[in-house]
């Protein structure tokens, strides 16, 4: 440490107190909101965020506009009141910490604000306070002191603790720019923070990015940000340096001008360089047209969840309008029973306040009734427990429809937040029995809403036995709509909903259906984040498909920021308030399907996955298609006369083709495409790639290009420059197109098109014909040499717990992995090493995977998946198959299977025979697979190291990468 602790905690008018550098941990510009805990004298029945938070709100008297609002609301002014707050986002900056410093307006109040940081091995301590009375802002600051004797630093943020006397009643303080001072790693002195503005760039118009640069030094700092923008296929589109200045513990503002954008989502980099000083930050624009308002009006609702209860005011209302810019048509709002009503007081004012903004908004709302029914109706107070005074639960749900029943807008209640795993603490009888009350009281005071079941998971290893099913069954007659909960892919999303449509036809039951929570991590890098938005438009427009009333997609915002050891990656914004790809493809999913009827899934489509739907008002069918084998790119043929419009995934417009009655539409990823009803009908290619082909990286593939003769005569083809070919009238001829794909192309699809031209006669039709290699790693034969995959970076990192006892990675002797793969007749041949300096192994086959184990999953080119896990020590090796197309083939494998440990590497080397992975062994098989390597040190399983996706955050063969046999 270069300062002395120092005992006292002083508050004052001066600039920063005795520290060489100062590291702001929260400035209140993300408009973000902490946790709040009442601790002592809160009045009772108010609860976060209607009454108690700490989040930003607009001051124009502050640099960069906000400030802090701590809201309290204290009982008794003759006794001290205390709340504490803490938010993740600002605990994760560590800092050899001396002191903490703020500002704060006690807008005439006298209390104290004390600090509880948390060492390098999980261990806390509280500062001394910081005391502040009077008006007008001024800086405060509280010591670290002897309080840190026995400590490691560097520390972090845990706990915010605010105390006052002498107030009762509503208040509030003006707190902002919460800083740690002491020594600062240079890799945090200098932050990058992008400035809050609209989540939408016009397309086709110059548009600006704003970030704010905060400096951590004393001195002043000379710097240039390199400004790097990239559209979806990664093309970069702009490299700009900036000259940047920073005073000591100065801030300012860089305006990047961008220049017109098509409709679109883009990445960006920024990275900060002055001297050994480094920062970086990685950014997204949105380019689209907002629906800025619903555009729907009728079942399926499409909706979202957002964490309005917990949100202060500003975030709140800035989320409304980041709703009604979507055309959000339902928000799910949740709500505990203690929170509204404690039997003495209630509270259903602060309730309100969030009803309100939905219904200011234009929206509908689901309340979510979960988690915490009110002490006075149980015999034994029991979080999460059932009621158990029927009468007094009675009188509870009384009080809570008749506050609904005041809101239109309110026209569905979910009863408990996944009630058949641990959110609920009971049987399933005990939960019916509410279910009727809950019903009853409906019936009475709010006949007009409709009830909606507990969100069950329908499938999950911690479920109670058949809750799910046997309370659809069970629970007959007293729920309108029948509630689920599926997160992940599409593949998991479908499983669950069509189990229980089964179980509702088997109960005879003829009710629709409702997803009031599914949603799929993004994660935190550009690629994850990319598929996030695909993942989102396949899981509604499937749902869209099916018998279902409402689907909301949890969540609106990233809110890791406010939980300690979370990954809640989940929303359509990131915790920094920017438009992931998800928002932008929602909102024109909204457009495309806003006011169709429930879709159909077509048969007979080919390659393609196509759903149709049909707009009566504007007589209309709007087919939305992508490839059934994710990473591939097809073409949609349609036969008929009339416009075609086509559109991607963020409402670009896709060109179109047309004529002589044939229309054709590349497809490499979600597309809608819209007709007159009855117009067009989907028909055989003129001209299509015939199938899927794949080869490795620097060589030249022949791809089969399939030509069929519309015309009634025959008709001469010609291929981009080749020789013209002539085909019989209403004959096809495969033509083969050498294609060569570059020596450093990555792993995926290459692109290509050629020019067809059929003349006949005096008739010529001309088309763009998109072609395809995928683009595998290379899976040489028999003794040939293997190449190798070599995860050693951070980027291929996942953590899994934020617990600071558990230190990150760091490096490639912490966790990596040299993987190759052969092909030996009809087996494939695994030599994977994996550093890692100590083997812990030990679960029972079925759980390998938390242990330092492998997975690793294969895809067919016609959908079989498997996922294995590896795992062994002491030369066995087991492999057990979690995932597979054949039933018979789930479990363990008797395979050739060896595990052993040469110093700190630990050596699988593994069989698998093709057959039962369902791949072919000829060569130029093409094949999808990814994996990753699970570490646990003995402190359960805390990382994986991944190659490609599709297997840690969820199960989706569409993240996998590709490979090829040679």
Not at 277 to 290: G, L
């Amino acid at each position: 440490m270069k300062h002395a602790w120092i005992p006292a905690a002083l508050c004052g008018l001066g600039l920063t107190l005795g520290a060489a550098e100062r590291l702001l941990i929260e400035d209140f510009s993300d408009v973000g909101t902490w946790r709040s805990n009442p601790v002592r004298n809160t009045t009772p029945g108010k609860w976060f965020g209607a009454d108690v938070y700490l989040g930003a709100t607009p001051d124009a008297s502050r640099d960069d506009g906000y400030a802090g609002k701590l809201l309290f609301h204290f009982a008794d002014a003759s006794k001290a009141g205390q709340v504490d707050f803490l938010r993740a986002k600002a605990g994760q900056p560590e800092v050899f910490a001396d002191g903490v410093e703020f500002d704060i307006n006690p807008r005439g109040i006298s209390g104290s604000l004390r600090f509880t940081l948390e060492d390098s091995q999980g261990k806390r301590f509280m500062t001394s306070p910081a005391e502040f009375s009077g008006e007008g802002w001024r800086r405060c600051r509280a010591e670290v002191g002897k309080a840190a004797e026995g400590f490691t630093g560097p520390f972090k943020l845990y706990k915010i603790h605010f105390e006052a006397k002498g107030v009762s009643g509503s208040n509030y303080v003006l707190v902002d720019d919460f800083a740690l001072t002491g020594d600062v790693s240079r890799r945090r002195t200098v932050s990058i923070r992008p400035v809050v503005s609209s989540l939408a760039t016009e397309p086709g118009k110059p548009g600006k990015a704003s970030y704010r640069f905060r400096s951590a030094s004393a001195k002043a700092l000379e710097g240039k940000v390199v400004y790097r923008l990239f559209d979806w296929d990664g093309k970069e589109l702009l490299n700009r340096s900036f000259p940047v200045s920073l005073k000591p513990y100065g801030s300012t503002v860089l305006d990047v001008a961008l220049p017109p954008l098509g409709i679109g989502s883009y990445n960006a980099s920024l990275e900060f360089t002055s001297g050994k000083i480094k920062s970086d930050y990685t950014d997204w624009i949105a380019v689209f047209h907002p629906n800025n308002g619903r555009k729907n009006d009728h079942p399926m609702w499409f909706g979202v969840q957002d964490t309005s209860i917990w949100n202060g005011e500003a975030e709140n209302e800035l989320h409304y309008e980041w709703m009604k810019m979507a055309g959000f048509d339902i928000e799910r709002l949740g709500i505990t029973g203690n929170r509204l009503d404690n039997g003495k007081t209630t509270n259903f004012e602060g309730y309100e306040k969030v009803l309100k903004g939905n219904r200011d908004a234009g929206m509908i709302a689901c309340a979510s009734y979960t988690e915490g029914v009110p002490d006075y109706t149980q015999e034994k107070p029991l979080w999460r427990g059932m009621p158990t005074k029927p009468d007094a639960f009675r009188g509870h749900m009384d009080k809570v429809f008749r506050c609904l029943a005041k809101y239109p807008n309110v026209q569905y209640l979910e009863f408990w937040n996944e009630p058949d795993i641990g959110f609920m603490v009971g049987t399933l009888d005990q939960y019916l029995d509410a279910l009727k009350i809950v019903r009853a009281s409906q019936q009475a005071n709010a006949p007009k809403l409709k009830i909606a079941t507990g969100g069950v998971t329908v499938i999950h290893p911690k479920e109670k036995k058949n809750f799910s099913r046997d309370m659809y069954w069970k629970g007959k007659g007293l729920y309108d709509v029948a509630c689920f909960h599926a997160h992940g892919s599409l593949r998991d999303y479908s499983e669950r909903q069509e189990l229980l449509e089964k179980w509702l036809e088997e109960g005879g039951i003829d009710l629709p259906v409702c997803n009031t929570e599914t949603g799929d991590r993004s994660g935190y890098t550009v690629d994850t984040i990319k598929r996030h938005a695909v993942t989102l438009v396949k899981k509604i427009v499937y749902a869209k498909s099916r018998n279902t009333e409402f689907y909301a997609w949890f969540t609106l915002q990233d809110y890791w920021d406010m939980d300690f050891e979370a990954d809640d990656s989940f929303g359509l914004v990131t915790s920094d308030n920017r438009p992931k790809p998800s928002f932008i493809a929602y909102n024109e999913l909204i457009r495309q399907l806003g006011n169709t009827g429930r879709g159909e899934l077509l048969s007979g489509t080919g390659a393609l996955e196509v759903y149709r739907f049909v707009n009566d008002r504007e007589k209309r069918e709007v087919l939305a298609i992508w490839p059934k084998v994710g990473g591939t790119r097809q073409v949609l043929p349609l036969e008929g006369e009339g416009e075609v419009k086509a559109a991607g995934l963020f409402g670009a417009v896709l060109p179109v083709e047309a004529g002589h009655g044939y229309a054709a539409i590349p497809v490499d990823g979600p597309v809608y495409v819209s007709y007159p009803q009855g117009a067009f009908r989907i028909a055989s290619a003129v001209a299509e790639q015939k199938q899927v082909t794949g080869t490795s990286a620097g060589r030249t593939v022949n791809l089969p290009l399939m030509v069929r003769n519309p015309f009634s005569v025959a008709a001469t083809v010609t291929v981009g420059g080749a020789s013209p070919i002539e085909v019989k009238a209403g004959e096809s001829r495969e033509i083969p197109v050498p294609v060569a794909v570059p020596a450093d192309q990555p792993n995926g699809i290459f692109s290509a098109e050629r020019t067809v031209v059929l003349t006949a006669g005096k008739e010529t039709l001309r088309l763009t014909v998109p072609l395809a290699v995928n683009v595998g790693y290379p899976v040489a034969a028999g003794t040939k040499a293997a190449a190798h995959i070599v995860l050693n970076t951070l980027d291929r990192v996942h953590e899994l717990s934020f617990d600071p006892a558990i230190p990150r990675w760091k490096g490639p002797e912490d966790l990596s992995c040299d993987f190759a793969m052969t092909r030996v007749g009809s087996d494939l041949k695994l030599n994977i090493r994996v550093a890692d300096d100590r083997h812990v192994m030990n679960a029972k086959p079925a759980e390998t995977w938390l242990d330092d184990s492998i997975q690793i999953g294969f895809q067919s080119l016609d959908g079989a998946f498997t996922e294995l896990a590896l795992a062994g020590r002491n030369g066995k090796g087991e492999v057990y198959a979690q995932i597979s197309p054949d039933p018979s083939l789930r479990g363990a494998w008797d395979v050739p299977a060896k595990v052993t440990r040469q110093g700190n590497v630990t050596v699988y080397d593994i069989t698998l025979p093709l057959a039962k992975l369902k791949i072919s062994d000829k060569p130029g098989t093409l094949f999808r697979f990814s994996f990753l390597v699970n570490e646990n040190d003995g402190q359960g399983r805390v990382r994986w190291i991944e190659w490609m996706g599709g297997i840690g955050r969820s199960k989706n063969p569409d993240e996998f990468g590709w490979g090829v046999m040679l």
